[in-house]
């Protein structure tokens, strides 16, 4: 990997960074006094590897997400949305219901590919994939923050994260909340840098979608409080205490004096930094907050009473975190420490041992304050949802990203530190994260496209199994032999059917009963534990089709056709 040498100081020559670039960019140029200290003394990548790292981690980041989407069954939560989407496309109605589900932003963000593409599995499933590809992207818009190589690291441990993959190739909530949590801290980093307007709108407006997706905003909306908060006391003990250089403080008192669009990279305590002038001064900050506030209030009133359709739904997204809170005690329960047991079982151990030596590092060094707001977000959001008792595989997105994106400063370090040793140590330093991001490809590969209903893997959660679509198959084969086609009339007693209703959304006359009754239905859908029942109802004008098929563990279906059907 090639380099440029280190910057002589007060060298103002021009330079090219990520992150300095608007969010329609990928790159623009800055010059080094608009860079932070800590990554203009230090040897850097140049800026042909870094474009052709990133289009490289971009474009490996797009085809494990976007691969093969058919290949795994529909979970039964994704079938749910699933109805409600084809409720949305087909009758242009949907309702906001906070007793049972989640935000409406999924739904709404489905519609323009469903449009266009159809209703199909590929369609639905494209949005989740591109905001967890969107997810990748943020993450390499932090190399001002963490650095070059930290930013490649953290976008390459996202890339290849069993769990980031899988959850991008789920029609659930889950990628676009993740991606709306690092927008609003992307964005509000902006902000400050550049004291623009616009990036405090998109902060805004992050922020409101992210409330507007799931009713667990108000966790990851605390966390980042509270970890901005340990982040600026940090940065405040650090001055008191005398852990900053004199040239640092020099640094810092002069951009809040110059009232510059960007200040040091790295948040400053001081009084000058903090000042309202900087950001035009308290009438335009005033105005400003006073505009945030209303466009968050305007986003998700929008999304909520379903575009001005519904105003139940409004009172129903404040109503949502009571039933939340009720929900997260009782359902879903699980151990305090089974978070860390299943990044153990199925992330890469080193993204644990990486975040937490970032953390650590950042910290001890009391100079990046950003990387202790990451470690502190890291860490604090795994917490709070090891202590809340409602746990499921899906929730750890949420800590997965802010994990990669501390462990990439941790690897941004020692990148560093071994720059200043033989080019061996280097080598090695890279080498060891080529081996991770090699385990962590061959974990996501097994567990996406080969184990993808295998529940011995925590990711599997009552997943479908790939036989179900065994049973669609078989009962298309039958419609088709009764000569009605989709006017074929189904019967479906199983209690359990979901996501059954995505896969016959074409049938014009199925029948959802949970129960077993008397039908002359061509088809009758079961499960096996009604079978006993269903044969005396039925009796012999019926015949059973093949064997049981599995729908989720524990769950049996059966298929029953009159015998008429069978010998056409």
Known sequence: MTTVSTKRRGDKKARTTFSEAPATAFFTTATESEVSQATTTEPEISEQVWRGASIAVLATAAALRLYAFALKPLHHDEGVNAFFLTRLFREGVYNYDP?????????????????????????????PALFGLATVWLALCLRRRIGAVGALAAAALITVSPGAIYMSRYFIHEALFVFFTLGTVVAALRYYDTTRALYLMLAAASTALLFATKETAFISAGVLVLASGIAWGVAWVAQRLGLWSDEEKSEGEKSG??????????????????????????????????????????????????????????????????????????????????????IVQEESPLLLILGFVGALLAVVRAKDNFAIFAGAWAFGILAAYSIVPYKTPWLMLNFIIPLAIISGYGVELLYRWTARRTVHWRTLTLALMLA????????????????YDDDQYPYVYAHT???????????????????????????????????????????????????????????VVANETQEAELQRMLGASYQKIGNSYPLRPGVNLVIYARREVIGR
């Open 99 to 127: 007793a049972n589900y989640h935000g409406p932003t999924l739904y709404y963000f489905t519609l323009p590919p469903v449009l266009a593409l159809g209703l199909n599995t590929f369609a639905i499933r494209l949005v």
């Open 257 to 342: 004096r110059s009232g510059g669009r960007n200040p040091a990279s790295k948040w400053r305590a001081t009084a000058d930094v903090g000042t309202l002038a900087r950001f035009g001064g308290a009438p335009r900050v005033a105005f400003l907050l006073l505009a945030a506030i209303a466009l968050f209030i305007f986003i998700n009133v929008l999304f909520y009473s379903s575009f001005f359709t519904y105003a139940k739904g409004v009172e129903g997204a404040l109503d949502t975190f009571q039933i939340w809170t009720e929900t997260g005690n009782k359902d879903h329960t699980k151990a305090i420490y089974i978070y860390l047991w299943w």
């Open 436 to 451: 991770a991001i090699i385990v962590g490809a061959y974990q996501a590969i097994q567990l996406n496209f080969f184990h």
């Open 465 to 523: 199994r790939r036989e179900f679509l065994d049973l669609v198959g078989e009962i298309e084969r039958l419609a088709a032999r009764t000569g009605a086609g989709k006017e074929t009339a189904i019967y479906v007693a199983s209690p359990d059917y979901w996501p059954l209703p995505w896969y016959l959304r074409d049938y014009k006359r199925v029948g959802f009963h949970s129960r077993t009754g008397a039908t002359t239905d061509p088809i």
